[in-house]
């Protein structure tokens, strides 16, 4: 399949977990990619080379997308490392787990200014570039299923997935009429550095997995394949949607 022949996609927060999966499989079905994270480090590099190994470009470009300025760089930049810019993965994000009643301003800035404020001022750059060049734009958020379920302790982390959703609801009208698409890709429980204490406490990762129908934690390329599809044209008329991928999480029944 080579349905990103020609394009570029850049990804945030691609060194490692789900940001790493999308960009190898958009570069295996054709794009080059711009990889993003706070530094470049080994990680970064295997994962130049392996998109080299495929016959596809590479650059990593580090930014910090939680300040409003770096993440509007990172957009320009990435239109000048290949002229271009077709899609936009704005896949960084951070959680922290505390009693809502504990959350310090600085942790609820960190979540809020990562997940949602980024992300916000990252789609106005592409958009106005995509508006400007006269050119169609797609854009796919990792938001997660907390956009629509509770999980307690993670109060500040639910209010940013959960702004991402109506965020992509709203753009998709407003950036319809441009040839803007935007999606949201919602993990359940993946196996990424991100969970590494949940996998590490096998208790805990019971209970996690009794409320998943399909009995089992998903991997980062079942995301990454969701991600691959909304970005391509194979979803030409998707756009203001949440796609699930979670075995079942978000609305299982537990019978008794
Ligand atoms: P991860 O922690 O393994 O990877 C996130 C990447 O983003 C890391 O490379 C990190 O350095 C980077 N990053 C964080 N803040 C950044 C910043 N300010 N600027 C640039 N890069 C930054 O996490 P994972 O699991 O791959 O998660 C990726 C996305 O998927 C996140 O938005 C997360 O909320 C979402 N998600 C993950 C789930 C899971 O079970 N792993 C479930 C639901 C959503």
């Known amino acids: 399949m080579e349905r990103f022949k020609d394009k570029v996609a850049l990804v945030t927060g691609s060194s490692q977990g789900i940001g790493a999966a999308c960009a190898l499989r958009m570069a295996s079905e054709g794009a080059d990619i711009i990889l993003n994270g706070r530094t470049l480090d080994e990680r970064g590099e295997k994962l130049i080379n392996q998109i080299n190994e495929m016959g596809r470009k590479a650059t990593f470009l580090v930014a910090d997308i939680s300040l409003t300025q770096n993440v509007i760089n990172l957009v320009n930049d990435a239109v000048k490392v290949y002229g271009k810019l077709d899609i936009l993965v704005n896949n960084a994000g951070v959680e922290k787990n505390h009693n809502f009643w504990e959350v310090t301003e600085e942790e609820y800035d960190l979540v809020m200014d990562t997940n949602l404020k980024g992300l916000f001022f990252g789609i106005q750059a592409f958009a106005k570039y995509c508006m400007d060049h006269k050119t169609p734009g797609t854009v796919v958020n990792m938001s997660s299923v907390h956009e629509e379920i509770i999980f307690p302790h993670f109060a500040a982390y ?74 391509s044209d194979d979803a030409r008329y998707v756009t203001g949607s949440t796609y699930f991928v979670d075995g079942g999480l978000t609305y299982h029944y537990e019978e008794q």
């Open 158 to 231: 639910c209010a940013s997935k959960g702004g991402l959703k109506m965020l992509t609801r709203n753009l998709a009208t407003e950036l319809a009429p441009f040839n803007i698409r935007i999606n949201n890709v919602a993990p359940g429980a993946i196996a990424t550095p991100i969970n590494k204490s949940l996998m590490d406490n096998k208790e805990q990762l019971n209970n996690v997995l009794k409320n998943i129908p399909m009995k089992k934690l998903g991997a980062p390329e079942d995301v990454a394949a969701v991600v691959a599809f909304l970005a």
